[in-house]
């Protein structure tokens, strides 16, 4: 069974700093993609960035220049610091995880249970 362990969440005002954290648990051999997605209030999740096992990140277009994704890929865990927030940035943050390899299974489309990220204007 792997895991995925949100952190780092919290309460900042606008132009403030965060850094969540993702920790993959379980008898893990390799993680393809970690990712990060966002879910506002009334809205559908989104891709908020990923990074691959050959450190390939992508990010949405409204956090560019603002948030850095990261891995440490000993620990299997991942990193969004997120910079210069926004209200808008505001919503519940999910760490994801793709082709997951533990266990000598492949596990695909993993998910975190959420951590609450809220920006004060």
């Known amino acids: 069974q792997v895991q995925l362990v949100e952190s780092g969440g919290g309460l900042v005002q606008a132009g403030g700093s965060l850094k969540l954290s993702c920790e993959a648990s379980?008898?893990?051999?390799?993680?393809?993609?970690m990712g990060w997605y966002r879910q506002a209030p009334g809205k559908q999740r989104e891709l908020v960035a990923n990074?691959?096992?050959?450190?390939?990140?992508n990010y949405a277009e409204a956090v560019k220049g603002r948030f850095t994704i990261s891995r440490d890929y000993a620990k299997y865990t991942s990193f969004l610091q997120m910079s210069r927030l926004k209200p808008e940035d505001t919503g519940v943050y999910f760490c994801s995880a793709d082709r997951v390899v533990a266990d000598y299974i492949i596990w695909y489309d993993l998910w975190g249970q959420g951590t609450q990220v809220t920006v004060s204007s």
């Open positions: 990074i691959t096992s050959s450190d390939i990140s």
């Open positions: 379980g008898n893990i051999f390799s993680i393809d993609t």
